[in-house]
C-alpha cells in the first residue's frame, strides 16, 4: 500500500480554507483560464508528516506500533493555516501551498518521530527539512504566483486542536477527476504531555 502519515484539519477548517481558495481562483480566472493549475480536491487537503510509499504487509504491525508510541509522546496542538507561497520559488512555482501556524515546536518534534518511526520498520523515509503545508494546487508548467501568495499571506483561518495521527492510503487515480483517493487505515490519539514552553497564553 501506498501511505502517508498526516494531520487533517478538521471539516469547519476546511470549509474555511475552501472559502478563500474559490477566492483566489477567482481572481485569478479573471485574467484569464488558470489550466496551468491542477487544483487539489477538499477533501485531499492534509499536512503530511512524512510519505512513506510502498509499505510491505510484513511491515503494518511494526509501523503501527511505532506510530502509536508517537502519537502517545506527542500532546494535542493548536494549529491554523496561515498564510501560502510555492514550491520551488514564487517566482518559478510548482507547488501552491497554504501554510501552518501554531504549535510548530512539537508539531516538528511529532514528523521527526514519525520518519524515525518509519526507518526503524526498514522504510526508506526522505530525509529534509520538515515544511509544515497544505498542497492546494499543482503547476503542468512553473509559473510566477507571488500575486497569488500575495493574496494568500493575509489568511488565517480558525484555530483547530490538532489530536490525532492518522495513517493514509492513497490510491492512485480512483478520486474525483483521475486525482488520487485517500483513506484513513489507521489512527492515533495524540495524549503527550504539554510542553509549558508551548502553552503560555
Given at each position: 500500500?501506498?501511505?502517508?502519515?498526516?494531520?487533517?484539519?478538521?471539516?469547519?477548517?476546511?470549509?474555511?480554507?475552501?472559502?478563500?481558495?474559490?477566492?483566489?481562483?477567482?481572481?485569478?480566472?479573471?485574467?484569464?483560464?488558470?489550466?496551468?493549475?491542477?487544483?487539489?480536491?477538499?477533501?485531499?487537503?492534509?499536512?503530511?508528516?512524512?510519505?512513506?510509499?510502498?509499505?510491505?504487509?510484513?511491515?503494518?504491525?511494526?509501523?503501527?506500533?511505532?506510530?502509536?508510541?508517537?502519537?502517545?509522546?506527542?500532546?494535542p496542538l493548536?494549529?491554523?493555516?496561515?498564510?501560502?507561497?510555492?514550491?520551488g520559488s514564487?517566482?518559478?512555482?510548482?507547488?501552491?501551498?497554504?501554510?501552518?501556524?501554531?504549535?510548530?515546536?512539537p508539531?516538528?518534534?511529532?514528523a521527526?518521530s514519525?520518519?524515525?518511526?518509519?526507518?526503524?520498520?526498514?522504510?526508506?523515509?526522505?530525509?529534509?527539512?520538515?515544511?509544515?503545508?497544505?498542497?492546494?494546487?499543482?503547476?503542468?508548467?512553473?509559473a510566477?504566483?507571488?500575486?497569488?501568495?500575495?493574496?494568500?499571506?493575509?489568511?488565517?483561518?480558525?484555530?483547530?486542536?490538532?489530536?490525532?495521527?492518522?495513517?493514509?492510503?492513497?490510491h492512485?487515480?480512483?478520486?474525483?477527476?483521475?486525482h488520487?483517493?485517500?483513506e484513513?487505515?489507521?489512527?492515533w490519539?495524540?495524549?503527550?504531555?504539554?510542553?509549558?514552553?508551548?502553552?503560555e497564553?
Open positions: 500500500m501506498r501511505l502517508f502519515v498526516a494531520v487533517v484539519p478538521p471539516p469547519a477548517v476546511l470549509d474555511d480554507l475552501a472559502g478563500e481558495v474559490a477566492r483566489v481562483r477567482e481572481r485569478l480566472t479573471s485574467d484569464g483560464p488558470d489550466d496551468n493549475f491542477r487544483w487539489s480536491l477538499r477533501e485531499q487537503w492534509h499536512l503530511t508528516l512524512a510519505f512513506l510509499g510502498g509499505v510491505p504487509d510484513s511491515a503494518r504491525g511494526d509501523l503501527h506500533r511505532r506510530l502509536g508510541r508517537a502519537a502517545g509522546r506527542c500532546p493548536r494549529l491554523r493555516v496561515a498564510g501560502g507561497g510555492g514550491f514564487a517566482r518559478r512555482a510548482r507547488v501552491l501551498w497554504a501554510g501552518i501556524d501554531g504549535d510548530l515546536r508539531l516538528r518534534a511529532l521527526d514519525v520518519s524515525a518511526a518509519a526507518r526503524r520498520c526498514g522504510l526508506d523515509v526522505r530525509e529534509g527539512r520538515f515544511r509544515p503545508h497544505l498542497t492546494l494546487a499543482r503547476l503542468r508548467e512553473p510566477d504566483v507571488r500575486q497569488v501568495t500575495a493574496t494568500l499571506a493575509g489568511y488565517a483561518g480558525p484555530e483547530w486542536v490538532a489530536d490525532r495521527l492518522e495513517l493514509v492510503a492513497s492512485l487515480g480512483q478520486g474525483e477527476g483521475r488520487s483517493r485517500y484513513t487505515v489507521a489512527d490519539p495524540l495524549t503527550g504531555p504539554s510542553d509549558p514552553r508551548t502553552a497564553g
